[in-house]
Each structure stands twice: as C-alpha cells, then as structure tokens.
C-alpha cells in the first residue's frame, strides 16, 4: 500500500507591507472623527435619501433671511421681516428636527455595530470620542444657527448706501450673532447626543429627540395659559426657550413670540439652567461611554 502524499501548500504573495507614513496619533484620530462626523450630518458619501432632512432643513433656514435681505434691498428699513434676535426663534422648529435626523447617525450604530473598543484601543480615550463628536454635530448645526443670521447681517450691510456707515451701524451685532448661534448648536448637539446614547436604534433615539422637545413644548404652552404663577415657570420646560433665555440674558433683544417675554423670571434663571442643562447632557454621556468596555 502506497503512502499517502505529502500535503502540498502554495504560498502567494499579495502586496501587504508595513505602514512607514507619518503617524497622525491622538489629534489625526480625533480630526478624522470629526470629519467623518460633519460628513454623516449632511449624508456626504451616502444615498441620496439621506441628504433630504440635512440639506433641506438648511434650505428652509436660509430662506427667510434671503427674503429678508431682498425686501430690505426694495424697499429699505420700513419692513424689517426679521431681528438678529428673532431670527434663531422664527427658525427653531427646524433644529429639533435635524438634530432627531443627524445625532443618532452619529452615536447609535458605533454601539450597535460593537466597534467602539475599537475607538477605544488606541490612540483615543472617551473623552476625545465625546468631544469629537459633540464637535462634529455642533460644527452642522452652526450651518443652521449661524449661517442665516451671517447673511442677513451681510445682507444689511450690503444694502446700505453707504458701505463703510452701514458697516459701522451693524458691526456691534456681530458678537451676539456669533455667540447666540455657536450657543445653541453646542447645547443642542449635546443634549440631541446625550439622548441618542442611550437608545438601541436610530428610530427609538430620533423619536426620543423629537419627543423631548414636542412634550417640553407643550408643557410650556398649556403652563403659559394657567396663568401668572405657572406662566413664569413654562419657558424652563422648553429647550429652546432656555436658550432663547439665555441668550437674552447674554447679548440682549426681546422676541415678543417666545415664552420668555411672558415669563417674569430673572434672565440669569435660563443662563443657569443653560448650564444645568449643557453640564446634564455631558455627564450623561460621560457616564454612558465609561461603561463601554474595551
């Protein structure tokens, strides 16, 4: 009986070789992130499917401050459709609805998919996930917070006679516009991500987003009619009201339409609870991602 021949084994050669680029490390990590981050938010890279909610809520956002800066341009001052003031409250609606849409993109399918003890491994901590990510939606929303109030200001500026005087009558604005719109991008981004890592799927975390908003504004709505008692405590159950508070408190003007007119609460009350409500949305996340085994 003949024995049985010797196994015979091919080795290929496929091309891999080591890595001898430069090594990014911590802040290449943490960029890439970010970038990767801003890119879901608008659904760059994806269907076209995806890009609906982003890109048209950045649409509808813009749109009145291209109509205000026309009607400004026809007809001057005597109709001024919309303040650098009210220009974030008018827009509002749009802001739950893209960061329910955006946030769980960011958050719900790296803990779904078990990739985040890859993060984790090197060379980033939780801390630099968080940040990273908190700074990519923020950096989306500053599209909607930002950008429209930017053209209606240059829009102003443009429609002046005289450039240089036009300039100088709006440029004392230009620090509440900046501060108001990177004030609710980062609080919103928070509060959005805190909600989305706790949730499975993006359905149950959009939902959570959208529901936290639509209840607090109707709490704050039926409080508003109860009267002078309840009335003062309704803008503190609306997200967007606090920050509208705040923003009051911080770089002044009125809007006769949010709740915070109403209210007889002193505007230091919704910096607080601006800050209550930015040092919750972080601590939750801090808490969440410190489970997250590696």
């Known amino acids: ?29 943490i960029a890439a992130i970010v970038g990767a981050g801003l ?3 608008f659904g760059l890279g994806r269907s076209g499917r995806s890009k609906i909610i982003p890109w048209g809520a950045l649409v509808l956002a813009l749109i009145p401050a291209g109509v205000a800066v ?22 509002g609606a749009l802001f739950p609805i893209f960061v329910a849409a955006q946030a769980p993109e960011l958050v719900v399918n790296d803990m779904r998919h078990r990739v985040l003890p890859l993060y984790f491994s090197r060379p ?17 929303l500053l599209a909607l917070t930002l950008l429209p109030v ?6 102003r500026v443009l429609a002046a006679e005289d450039f240089a005087a036009g300039l100088g009558d709006e440029i004392g604005a230009l620090p509440g516009i900046l501060g108001s719109g990177v004030l609710h991008a980062v ?15 993006r359905a149950y975390a959009a939902g959570a987003v959208l529901a936290v908003f639509l209840i607090g504004g109707v709490m704050a ?15 503190l159950f609306n997200p967007l009201a606090i920050l509208d508070g705040a923003r009051q408190w911080l770089f002044g003007g009125v809007v006769a ?38």
């Open 124 to 140: 980033i901590g939780r801390f630099d996930y968080i940040t990273a990510k908190l700074a990519a939606l923020s950096l989306a």
């Open 150 to 155: 930017l053209i209606l200001f240059a829009g």
């Open 70 to 91: 026309a009607v400004r341009v026809l007809v001057g001052d005597l109709i001024d459709l919309y303040s650098y003031s009210n220009y974030l409250w008018g827009i």
């Open 187 to 201: 609080v919103l981004a928070a509060l959005g991500l805190a909600i989305c890592s706790l949730a499975a799927r």
């Open 221 to 235: 709505g039926t409080f508003q009619e109860q009267g002078r008692g309840l009335a003062d405590l309704a803008p």
């Open 39 to 41: 890119r879901a938010s």
């Open 257 to 294: 339409e949010s709740p915070v007119a109403a209210a007889d609460l002193p505007l230091a009350t919704y910096g607080l609870a601006t800050v209550l409500l930015l040092g919750v949305s972080l601590a939750i996340l801090a808490l969440r991602y410190r489970r997250v085994t590696t």
């Open 1 to 29: 009986m003949s024995a049985s021949p010797e196994p015979v084994g091919t080795i290929y050669d496929i091309g891999y070789r080591h890595y001898d680029g430069p090594r990014l490390g911590r802040r290449g990590a």
